[in-house]
């Protein structure tokens, strides 16, 4: 950096017109609220603000912008930080300062991380809970249609062998049971299937779909035999459809493919990953209670004990004890898919201590 005759600081730079590969030799002069650029060929004087600099990156060449495509790169970063200072302007940036320190870039880093922490943890399920509420009925149909076909296909499901009349009983016990005060009883679709490679469970889709197994039913025969055992475990999946459970977990799953899915309106894409992201679908502790208490108080509203599910978990949780070992070499291996449902004893425990309701 030099000076001029009438000693004002001025400083080599290189210009471009923005039009052209054409590079200039000039010198820049900052005179407190305007900037000059001459050189040979160019002669410019305006207005200076600090929005015009691009921020310092390390030792890369800042750029010094105009309105007109035009800009300047300067190379000298001490004397033009000088000559700024010396105008009365700020020399860098907060971020750029901020940048050049280490233990910044670390804190900065820190706070990033716990921001997609707590993103994770809390807006997540929220902005999941809201995009499920905007997914029409005849979408979640759809999903339904598209996972039960999928499990058709690879032969997973077979046809019921259940009797109509079994299967009439259990459907009409649930359909006649009422929801009390305050709580909702969602639309359902009961759907009995044969599958010795599921093995007993029943398990709620999106569009209301309650997909029983036949092994279930056979389970709950065992002794101690109690055929509302399997009505216990329905009113628990018919809270996994009150509270959308299964919808906001596919979406809490892939929540941006689903929002922009939403938002454009093109269903195709969405469709194409619903069976597999249905079959991996693995509810949380939370979820898990919100279903339980939503089986507790609609058991308890039609005078039937909570211990029905309570009973039931336990049988599923001793069947499985047992049928564990020799499924990890299952050829579907379908128990890690469908241990939708973690069997433990608090869940248990709670169930158990209450009351009918008089």
């Not at 000039?26 to 600090?50: A, M, Y």
């Not at 060449?61 to 004397?79: K, T, W």
């Not at 070499?329 to 869940?347: G, N």
Request: glycine share 4%.
């Amino acid at each position: 950096m030099h000076t001029t005759s009438n000693s004002l600081p001025m400083l080599e730079a290189i210009y471009f017109d923005g039009h052209s590969a054409k590079k200039w030799p000039v010198t820049i002069t900052l005179l407190k609220d305007n900037i000059r650029v001459e050189g040979e060929g160019v002669h410019r004087q305006e207005p200076f603000t600090p929005a015009m600099l691009s921020s310092r990156l390390g030792n890369a060449p800042r750029q010094l912008h105009f309105n007109d495509g035009a800009y300047c790169v300067i190379q000298d970063h001490a004397a033009f930080e000088k000559m700024l200072e010396d105008a009365g302007h700020q020399s860098r940036s907060t971020v750029s300062v901020l940048e050049s320190h280490w233990r910044y870039a670390i804190i900065a880093l820190l706070l990033t991380a716990a921001a997609i922490v707590a993103a994770y943890i809390w807006a997540l399920p929220v902005v999941a809970d809201e995009v499920a509420k905007r997914i029409p009925a005849h979408l979640t149909a759809q999903m339904d249609q598209q996972t039960l076909l999928l499990l058709d296909k690879t032969k997973t499901l077979q046809p019921s062998i259940l009797t109509l009349a079994e299967q009439r009983s259990i459907r009409d016990q649930l359909s006649a049971l009422k929801a009390p005060a305050g709580q909702t009883k969602p639309e359902f679709e009961l759907i009995f299937r044969n599958s010795e490679a599921i093995g007993p469970n029943a398990f709620a889709l999106p569009g209301g779909t309650i997909l029983v197994t036949d092994q279930l039913v056979k389970l709950a025969n065992q002794s101690p035999a109690d055929a509302r055992q399997v009505i216990g475990v329905l009113t628990h999946e018919l809270g996994h459809i009150y509270h959308r459970h299964a919808l906001r977990q596919f979406v809490q799953g892939s929540i941006v493919a689903v929002a922009m899915t939403w938002y454009l309106g093109d269903i195709s894409s969405l469709l194409a990953t619903v069976p597999t992201a249905m079959l991996q679908t693995k509810y949380s502790r939370e979820l898990e209670n919100q279903a339980d208490d939503y089986a507790l108080h609609m058991l308890q509203y039609n005078h039937i004990s909570p211990s029905v599910l309570a009973d039931m978990l336990m049988k599923l949780e001793r069947h499985y004890a047992i049928k564990m070992p020799e499924k990890k070499d299952s050829k579907y291996a379908l128990d890690e898919y469908f241990s939708t449902h973690p069997l433990t004893q608090a869940r248990i425990k709670k169930l158990q201590g209450q009351h009918v309701e008089k």
